[in-house]
């Protein structure tokens, strides 16, 4: 399955999902994680009146996290 947004092949995400996520209001079908996040949550909360500095600390703090779970699934991986 291909992002509708980026037109790349759709990953599983940091939590293992494989299908994608909702792509909309910016398109209909599926996108995968990284334009969910950059684009599609970006203008959700853009949508809903969010300043756009705040949408980018917003942002910015998701990729901080899902930095953490990579790398705790990376210690959980070397220890098997």
């Known amino acids: 399955m291909k992002c509708v947004i980026c037109n790349e092949k759709i990953t599983a995400d940091p939590y293992g999902w494989e299908g ?25 909360l853009i ?6 500095r705040d949408v980018d600390g917003i942002v910015a703090e998701i990729w901080l996290e899902v930095a953490k779970i990579d790398r705790e ?3 959980m991986k070397g220890a098997e």
Do not use: F, M, W
């Open 47 to 52: 949508q809903q009146g969010i300043d756009r």
């Open 20 to 44: 994608g996520c909702n792509a909309e209001p910016v398109a209909s079908g599926q996108c995968c994680y990284r334009c969910d996040i950059n684009v599609v949550l970006t203008t959700r």
């Open 73 to 75: 699934v990376y210690k």
